[in-house]
Antibody, heavy 122, light 107 residues
Framework: QVQLQESGPGLVKPSETLSLTCTVSGVSVSSGSYSWSWIRQPPGKAMEWIGDMSYIGRGNYNPSLKSRVTLSIETSKNLFSLKVTSVTAADTAVYYC??????????????WGQGTLVTVSS | DIQMTQSPSSLSASVGDRVTITCRASQSISTYLNWYQQTPGKPPKLLIYGASSLQSGVPSRFSGSGSGTHLTLTISSLQPEDFATYYCQQSFSAPWTFGQGTKVEIK
């Protein structure tokens, strides 16, 4: 069974960098059938896709966040990571990591972590 | 970006009711549409992918249909565990975008 678990600080100060890690079990992040994604959900708002990365290091980013986001993947530890720089209160959200799967030309978020609330506040 | 608009934003229904949720895309997305169910404090769960393909383990009372800009999720006979928020998400072109959600509440 595939499981994903986010970890990282729940409180970040404005202008600082938000850093989260997603540890994956039950499947290798090196699998060619998947990309590894980050999605966030601000309180009371729609979910927003942040970006994703495959094991070969090819990343796709939401243009709305691209200038502030860095994604990385560590195959030796079977995890992937997110960094968002220069955060503001607008970055307060529940952050999810997810497995983006391709099946017969169709794409979907097949598995999700439990989510972690990150609050930006001084 | 492709905008996804769900309707209604919320609805009240009784156990056994047939429920339909609509998702409209700002441009044609063919059948590149996924549906998720979310209960409070839990992550979204995939129900339907490719507009109409049922994810393994999901009850057959859930079904999806449509293509282009108008797609729907139907629950044929609402069960107590189905009271949740439902989201559509397009996978036609990046950035992948979600609807704002439809909350299904108990009448």
């Amino acid at each position: 069974q595939v499981q994903l678990q986010e970890s990282g600080p729940g409180l970040v100060k404005p202008s600082e960098t938000l850093s989260l890690t997603c540890t994956v079990s039950g499947v290798s992040v090196s699998s060619g059938s998947y990309s590894w994604s980050w999605i966030r959900q601000p309180p009371g708002k729609a979910m927003e896709w942040i970006g994703d990365m495959s094991y070969i290091g090819r990343g796709n980013y939401n243009p709305s966040l691209k200038s502030r986001v860095t994604l990385s993947i560590e195959t030796s530890k079977n995890l992937f990571s997110l960094k968002v720089t220069s955060v503001t209160a607008a970055d307060t959200a529940v952050y999810y990591c997810a497995r983006w799967r391709q099946l017969q030309g169709l794409y979907y978020f097949a598995s999700w972590g439990q989510g972690t609330l990150v609050t930006v506040s001084s | 970006d492709i905008q996804m608009t769900q309707s209604p934003s919320s609805l009240s229904a009784s156990v056994g009711d047939r429920v339909t949720i609509t998702c409209r895309a700002s441009q044609s997305i063919s059948t590149y549409l996924n549906w998720y169910q979310q209960t409070p404090g839990k992550p979204p769960k995939l129900l339907i992918y490719g507009a109409s393909s049922l994810q393994s383990g999901v009850p057959s009372r859930f079904s999806g249909s449509g293509s282009g800009t108008h797609l729907t999720l139907t629950i044929s006979s609402l069960q107590p565990e189905d009271f949740a928020t439902y989201y559509c998400q397009q996978s036609f072109s990046a950035p992948w975008t979600f609807g704002q959600g439809t909350k299904v509440e108990i009448k």
